[in-house]
């Protein structure tokens, strides 16, 4: 090999190299950036989570609320079950409650409002095999929790609208497959009360999510390292070659 040639050999390597490690190590960096941004989102959904329940915005600020800002605030309100058909949501437990850790579904169904408003309630959980109580049609004072609704992925299966089964929380969906009318933007987790019957089961929700990201940070910023060692022991053997092979 000539020495233009091995010259051209070691900046290609070198380019190549440093462009490896300078992606590595800005993975590591965002992950560290996303690790921030994931412990303030779970200071700020346990603080709402915890907060006292305040009363159901009305009807005309609904439009204005968005999940980054009130996903997960507790509410109060009294309204009355729709006698109409309701939806249940499939689930095989819930990465929300940890008193959810079987299969069964979740029952979803309109309660009017006072004004005349429609909001969409998830009345809890019913095991798979039990059957949910219906709803009393009797006004009832409720807490909850603001929820935004689950658009289905791609693999996510459509509903089955003859067993009323969705396999996503899209209340809106729900709502028009059933003739809802017109809903809130926003559905309702329910906390409590809970039935006579104690099902469907509502429950507290808690914050449970994942924080990987400092073991995902240092896995990126271990692999630069090793990059940048392979490369280091390359360079110094191609400098130890190289007078051997001008001679």
């Known amino acids: ?6 010259h051209r050999d070691s900046i290609g390597m070198s380019v190549f190299s440093f462009i490896v490690v300078g992606t590595l190590i800005a993975l590591g960096v965002w992950q560290l950036q996303r690790r921030v941004e994931k412990h303030a ?63 069964g579904s979740f029952v979803f169904a309109p309660a009017v409002l006072a004004d005349g408003g429609t909001v969409v309630v998830n009345r ?11 709803a009393s049609h009797a ?16 693999i996510t299966p459509a509903p089955d609208l003859n067993k009323g089964l969705w396999f996503a929380r899209d209340h809106l969906d729900m709502a028009r497959a059933l003739s809802w009318g017109i809903v809130a933007p926003f559905y309702v987790d329910l906390e409590a009360p809970s039935p006579p019957s104690g099902v469907p089961k509502p429950g507290p929700l808690e914050v449970r ?5 400092l073991q995902y940070a240092i896995t990126w910023f271990a692999l630069a390292a090793a990059v940048a060692i392979a490369f280091g022991f390359w360079l110094r053997g191609r400098a130890r070659a190289a007078p051997a092979s001008q001679g």
Do not use: C
């Not at 090999?1 to 091995?6: E, I, L, R, S």
């Not at 809890?124 to 219906?134: C, I, L, R, T, Y």
């Not at 999510?209 to 990201?213: A, F, N, Q, S």
């Open 139 to 154: 006004p009832l004072t409720m807490t909850g929790y603001l929820r935004f609704p689950e658009k289905p992925g791609w």
């Open 124 to 134: 809890g959980f019913v095991p798979e095999g039990a059957k949910g109580a219906e």
């Open 1 to 6: 090999m000539t020495a233009q040639a091995h």
């Open 209 to 213: 999510l994942r924080d990987d990201h």
């Open 41 to 103: 989102l779970i200071a700020a959904l346990n603080e709402r989570l915890s907060a006292a329940p305040q009363p159901l915005p009305l009807a005309t600020r609904w439009n204005a609320l968005t999940p980054e800002n009130d996903e997960f605030r507790r509410v109060t309100f009294t309204a009355t079950f729709r006698a109409v058909s309701y939806a249940r949501v499939y689930t095989s437990g819930s990465a929300l409650r940890t008193d959810v850790a079987s299969l």
